[in-house]
């Protein structure tokens, strides 16, 4: 029997009708073991899907194997060659380098996809030549596709064409030394030059807490001020995570890192023993204040959101659309002709997010979905039509519950992915939030003006998290001290934060004489008199950053112009951009040694911090700070499993750490495997 011969078999089942099952990712190929070794090695080739739960060695036996029977090929088909050559060829003598040349064992990669040399007559030109080589530079290193698209890249590509044929690229010793000293040596002075503004904006540390797929407590630090922010370095706290004294040291050491005179606030999640630690915090450091992070409680309120039992069915008659979509590639051709090319979902930083983004987008593409499955296109196609799953999904797009569902979770959810949109965009959005959130609610009052029962069962989602999580002291002084919000006559919330205002005054000011003339100043401010009520100042409340306009017209209270602009150049949340988590738990392993711990180090703050100064640099008012570009093919609005992997999404929210909610696994956690080095190393 060919199951006794071959030794994939050992990595598949054996199912009826020439099928197998994949014993990693589960899934089932038409075709038998020879698609299922095409599918184990993770190479781009006879249109099977690569596996996502390989492991490394079996995909690099799988490929010696695939190569190997190239050779055999090759070598049958040379030999035929080789004697109808000899009749007509006299001997050839062979230097000795070429006979050197001949015996070299080329790569699995090389024997699949062998290297196009101008030796070899091509029909590629020299564009196209170009093309194949990067892709299989892409392919060979399996780097995420993504990467395609950033700045860097096609800088590199223009950097190499200029110094024309016969350039030689720095080899990995000098790029390990060389260039990455070189290159943290700009970054850092780079950080340097961000720190004088600190005397004036101040500044506030992030700490950025995770749980990696193997429960350990890490810590990113960074710290954030109007230019940009910048990633400082990353802790495994795992031994101490519960340990509030070994946890108030660490961050006293961070403190004592940015000087205790430069920090505002320290943002950290939930995650934390936070009450134990903020207390130590407040009680040593009388001007820094622990504020929540804003992006968590939103994803929190959200996540609420959706556990409504109405809310949740309308998801799952949603994915039920997706997933039949998505599943059956010639009815994703028909969906993307009817919807011009628009895909129906969207992966956002959270799940929650995801979820009621991608029904958005269905919403919108109602009339199209219901004019395609009515289409003759659709209807005559005997691969889908009168399927059980098609049947189902004809069901719910004609139904008007499901709809008039549709629209109520986008009207419920809007107003609060706004909000998380303002805040996540990594500018100084303190002075915002306390209004962004009051709009937020009334939103949902105007909504369910007429139904009471509805109205309420939000609003307390949104009112326990507020209460419980969001609020804090430095969001309501920083909203009495925005211009936009102060001389705003709609705004009915002033006389409620004033008391907040006044005890973040206190503890900024700690000394009667810092205090002195602050009631005066506090007076000319809030009745718009002096440079406050000068007619640049009036037409620049709404247009402005209120950082940016206290440091401008604010010199009529230069005390409070001071306070003002260090409470409203601080950011509110957290997470920025996606990250890639392999890197961070590559640092903390235990198997490194000291010289390979430091190197990765380097290389992840210079990682991290090109992604972060790209990300300012490249700001785009098109672009949408809580969605990716990629979609997660592994998500629950795809994927067909009964038992999603718990690895699916990375907990970065949950008040303890058990790993469910933070969406990381696009494209490179099908390419990198869990015992992948970084850089190399």
Same mark, same amino acid.
């Given at each position: 029997?060919?199951?006794?011969?071959?030794?994939?078999?050992?990595?598949?089942?054996?199912?009826?009708?020439?099928?197998?099952?994949?014993?990693?990712?589960?899934?089932?190929?038409?075709?038998?073991?020879?698609?299922?070794?095409?599918?184990?090695?993770?190479?781009?080739?006879?249109?099977?899907?690569?596996?996502?739960?390989?492991?490394?060695?079996?995909?690099?036996?799988?490929?010696?194997?695939?190569?190997?029977?190239?050779?055999?090929?090759?070598?049958?088909?040379?030999?035929?060659?080789?004697?109808?050559?000899?009749?007509?060829?006299?001997?050839?003598?062979?230097?000795?380098?070429?006979?050197?040349?001949?015996?070299?064992?080329?790569?699995?990669? %090389?024997?699949?996809?062998?290297?196009?040399?101008?030796?070899?007559?091509?029909?590629?030109?020299?564009?196209?030549?170009?093309?194949?080589?990067?892709?299989?530079?892409?392919?060979?290193?399996?780097?995420?596709?993504?990467?395609? #698209?950033?700045?860097?890249?096609?800088?590199?590509?223009?950097?190499?064409?200029?110094?024309?044929?016969?350039?030689?690229?720095?080899?990995?010793?000098?790029?390990?030394?060389?260039? &990455? !000293?070189?290159?943290?040596?700009?970054?850092?002075?780079?950080?340097?030059?961000?720190?004088?503004?600190?005397?004036?904006?101040?500044?506030?540390?992030? =700490?950025?807490?995770?749980?990696?797929?193997?429960?350990? *407590? &890490?810590?990113?630090?960074?710290?954030?001020?109007?230019?940009?922010?910048?990633?400082?370095?990353?802790?495994? *706290?795992?031994?101490?995570?519960?340990?509030?004294?070994?946890?108030?040291?660490?961050?006293?050491?961070?403190?004592?890192?940015?000087?205790?005179?430069?920090?505002?606030?320290? @943002?950290?999640?939930?995650?934390?023993?936070?009450?134990?630690?903020?207390?130590?915090?407040? %009680?040593?450091?009388?001007?820094?204040?622990?504020?929540?992070?804003?992006?968590?409680?939103?994803?929190?309120?959200?996540?609420?959101?959706?556990?409504?039992?109405?809310?949740?069915?309308?998801?799952?008659?949603?994915?039920?659309?997706?997933?039949?979509?998505?599943?059956?590639?010639?009815?994703?051709?028909?969906?993307?002709?009817?919807?011009?090319?628009?895909?129906?979902?969207?992966?956002?930083?959270?799940?929650?997010?995801?979820?009621?983004?991608?029904?958005?987008?269905?919403?919108?593409? #109602?009339?199209?979905?219901?004019?395609?499955?009515?289409?003759?296109?659709?209807?005559?196609?005997?691969?889908?039509?009168?399927?059980?799953?098609?049947?189902?999904?004809?069901?719910?797009?004609?139904?008007?519950?499901?709809?008039?569902?549709?629209?109520?979770?986008?009207?419920?959810? +809007?107003?609060?992915?706004?909000?998380?949109? +303002?805040?996540?965009?990594?500018?100084?959005?303190?002075?915002?939030?306390?209004?962004?959130?009051?709009?937020?609610? !009334?939103?949902?009052?105007?909504?369910?003006?007429?139904?009471?029962?509805?109205?309420?069962?939000?609003?307390?989602?949104?009112?326990?998290?507020?209460?419980?999580?969001?609020?804090?002291?430095?969001? *309501?002084?920083?909203?009495?001290?925005?211009?936009?919000?102060?001389?705003?006559?709609?705004?009915?919330?002033?006389?409620?934060?004033? !008391?907040?205002?006044?005890?973040?005054?206190?503890?900024?000011?700690?000394?009667?004489?810092?205090?002195?003339?602050?009631?005066?100043?506090?007076?000319?401010?809030?009745?718009?008199?002096?440079?406050?009520?000068?007619?640049?100042?009036? !037409?620049?409340?709404?247009?402005?950053?209120?950082?940016?306009?206290?440091?401008?017209?604010?010199?009529?209270?230069?005390?409070?112009?001071?306070?003002?602009?260090?409470?409203?150049?601080?950011?509110?949340?957290?997470?920025?951009?996606?990250?890639?988590?392999?890197?961070?738990?590559?640092?903390?392993?235990?198997?490194?040694?000291? @010289?390979? #711990?430091?190197?990765?180090?380097?290389?992840?703050?210079?990682?991290?911090?090109?992604?972060?100064?790209?990300?300012?640099?490249?700001?785009?008012?098109? =672009?949408?700070?809580?969605?990716?570009?990629?979609?997660?093919?592994?998500?629950?609005?795809?994927?067909?499993?009964?038992?999603?992997?718990?690895?699916?999404?990375?907990? #970065?929210?949950?008040?303890?750490?058990?790993?469910?909610?933070?969406?990381?696994? %696009?494209?490179?956690? =099908?390419?990198?495997?869990?015992?992948?080095?970084?850089?190399?190393?």
């Amino acid at each position: 029997m060919v199951r006794e011969k071959d030794i994939c078999w050992e990595y598949a089942e054996k199912l009826d009708g020439n099928k197998v099952k994949c014993k990693f990712c589960q899934r089932v190929l038409n075709g038998g073991i020879s698609r299922l070794k095409h599918h184990l090695s993770r190479l781009p080739s006879k249109g099977v899907n690569p596996c996502s739960k390989v492991r490394d060695d079996v995909t690099d036996k799988v490929r010696t194997i695939i190569a190997s029977k190239e050779d055999v090929k090759e070598t049958s088909s040379s030999s035929k060659k080789q004697k109808f050559v000899e009749v007509k060829s006299p001997p050839v003598s062979v230097s000795p380098v070429k006979a050197l040349m001949s015996v070299e064992t080329p790569s699995p990669i %090389q024997k699949v996809f062998p290297t196009v040399t101008p030796m070899a007559p091509s029909s590629l030109n020299n564009q196209e030549n170009a093309e194949r080589s990067i892709a299989l530079f892409f392919f060979e290193n399996k780097i995420d596709f993504s990467i395609a #698209r950033t700045s860097s890249y096609q800088l590199m590509i223009d950097a190499i064409a200029k110094c024309g044929p016969g350039f030689t690229g720095p080899s990995a010793e000098t790029l390990k030394t060389t260039w &990455l !000293e070189r290159v943290k040596s700009e970054m850092s002075l780079q950080s340097k030059d961000i720190e004088k503004e600190w005397t004036t904006t101040g500044c506030t540390i992030i =700490a950025d807490t995770w749980t990696d797929n193997k429960s350990r *407590a &890490l810590i990113n630090f960074l710290v954030s001020s109007p230019s940009r922010t910048f990633f400082h370095k990353s802790v495994d *706290a795992s031994a101490y995570f519960k340990n509030t004294k070994c946890l108030a040291e660490l961050f006293d050491s961070v403190i004592q890192d940015f000087g205790a005179e430069n920090v505002v606030q320290i @943002i950290m999640d939930s995650s934390f023993n936070y009450t134990g630690v903020a207390n130590h915090i407040l %009680q040593n450091y009388t001007t820094i204040f622990v504020s929540p992070c804003a992006s968590q409680c939103l994803n929190l309120i959200l996540e609420e959101f959706s556990k409504v039992d109405w809310v949740n069915r309308c998801f799952l008659q949603a994915q039920t659309i997706s997933k039949f979509i998505y599943n059956n590639a010639s009815m994703l051709d028909l969906m993307k002709r009817f919807t011009g090319g628009q895909d129906l979902i969207r992966t956002g930083i959270t799940k929650s997010v995801s979820s009621f983004l991608s029904l958005q987008t269905i919403l919108k593409q #109602r009339s199209r979905l219901k004019h395609m499955f009515n289409s003759p296109e659709f209807c005559t196609n005997s691969s889908y039509a009168n399927k059980t799953h098609s049947i189902s999904c004809i069901s719910i797009i004609e139904d008007n519950d499901f709809w008039r569902a549709a629209e109520e979770c986008v009207a419920i959810s +809007e107003p609060f992915l706004k909000v998380l949109r +303002e805040v996540s965009g990594g500018k100084p959005a303190v002075g915002s939030i306390y209004e962004l959130m009051t709009r937020a609610k !009334e939103s949902i009052r105007t909504y369910y003006i007429m139904d009471e029962n509805k109205c309420k069962v939000f609003l307390d989602i949104v009112d326990r998290k507020w209460r419980d999580q969001l609020h804090s002291p430095l969001h *309501a002084a920083a909203a009495f001290l925005n211009p936009s919000i102060q001389y705003n006559p709609e705004i009915k919330f002033l006389t409620s934060i004033k !008391e907040d205002f006044f005890k973040v005054l206190e503890k900024l000011l700690p000394s009667p004489e810092m205090r002195r003339d602050i009631t005066n100043q506090i007076f000319t401010f809030t009745k718009a008199t002096g440079m406050f009520g000068c007619s640049l100042a009036m !037409e620049a409340r709404d247009v402005v950053s209120p950082g940016l306009w206290w440091e401008q017209y604010g010199d009529s209270a230069p005390v409070l112009q001071r306070v003002a602009i260090r409470i409203l150049s601080q950011v509110c949340s957290t997470f920025t951009f996606e990250k890639h988590w392999s890197a961070f738990q590559q640092i903390h392993s235990e198997k490194r040694n000291k @010289i390979d #711990r430091e190197t990765l180090n380097d290389l992840v703050y210079i990682n991290y911090n090109l992604k972060l100064s790209r990300q300012t640099r490249n700001k785009s008012l098109d =672009a949408d700070p809580i969605q990716f570009d990629d979609i997660d093919m592994t998500s629950e609005w795809v994927e067909e499993s009964d038992s999603p992997s718990p690895t699916q999404w990375l907990d #970065r929210f949950g008040s303890a750490l058990d790993g469910n909610d933070l969406n990381t696994r %696009q494209f490179n956690a =099908a390419m990198f495997g869990s015992n992948d080095h970084i850089f190399g190393l």
